[in-house]
């Protein structure tokens, strides 16, 4: 499995503290089953401002402590980039940078609403070549109790990213009745963890894959997991479609 957004490096935002942390999230992603993961510390959120150069420069040193450590896990750069005015200039500064080099950037909203311009910058990074993927649309209030406004979003081209935690009931079952629904309408396009560290802000991509299998289906699943695959692959991540309606499914209800 790959895991497309982690806080993993350490001592840059709220995951990992230290080094030692770090190298215990990463046992605990490799026993797991996760062979890589993209570390995609907070940027431009308001309490953390981390630039691409320095991510570049710490994933090298975590991927150093891995080996020394014997772990078989890769790190890649990432960046969770909240939404702000200024974005598209940071972008052709070089602070801000994609996931792992690919066409495909981690966009975090803030939490209570969608900000005014959110269509616009979406459709301006089109133009440039650059798809956002929204992070935990779940955790967005207003898009939580608006499908059509995920939707407008979604019809301008950008894609969306669901907790594991939120898939797998860990965060409740009302959340987790709402992640299954936008999986069913096509609405989804990727799980990861958002991994902060291993207890309270642990990986669980085993279960909510087991998840999705159980109350939808298992070509579903491995979709979700197959475009994680493709995005460090540097491939184009599909489009899934709409999910029909299985016995398992009315059991939500
Ligand atoms: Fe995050």
């Not at 609403?113 to 910058?121: A, G, L, N, R």
């Not at 459709?123 to 209030?141: C, K």
């Not at 939580?144 to 797998?168: F, I, K, N, W, Y």
């Amino acid at each position: 499995m790959i895991d497309i957004h982690t806080h993993i490096l350490p001592g840059i935002d709220d995951g990992a503290q230290d080094e030692q942390e770090a190298i215990l999230m990463a046992r605990a992603a490799v026993q797991e089953g996760i062979k890589a993961v993209i570390a995609t510390p907070h940027h431009a959120n308001g309490r953390y401002d981390n630039p691409g150069h320095e991510i570049q420069k710490r994933t090298q040193a975590l991927n150093l402590a891995l080996s020394e450590h014997r772990i078989a896990l890769e790190v890649l750069p990432g960046q969770e980039v909240r939404i702000h005015q200024g974005l598209l200039e940071d972008l052709e500064q070089g602070k801000i940078i994609t996931l792992s080099g690919s066409k495909y950037l981690l966009l975090e909203l803030p939490s209570g609403m969608v900000p005014s311009y959110t269509e616009e910058m979406i459709h301006e990074l089109i133009v440039l070549g650059i798809t956002p993927i929204i992070a935990h649309p779940e955790r967005n209030a207003e898009l939580a109790s608006s499908p059509s406004v995920l939707m407008r979003l979604l019809e301008r081209g950008a894609l969306t990213q669901l907790t594991s935690h939120a898939v797998d009931g860990r965060f409740g079952r009302k959340l987790q009745k709402l992640c299954l629904e936008w999986c069913r309408q096509g609405m989804v396009h990727m799980i990861s963890s958002d991994a902060h560290n291993i207890n309270d802000r642990p990986f669980g991509l085993k279960n909510a894959y087991a998840a999705i299998s159980a109350h939808l289906n298992d070509t579903l699943a491995e979709e979700l997991k197959d475009n994680t695959e493709r995005l460090i692959s540097r491939l184009e991540i599909r489009t899934l479609q709409p999910v029909l309606l299985n016995r398992k499914w009315w059991k939500l209800w």
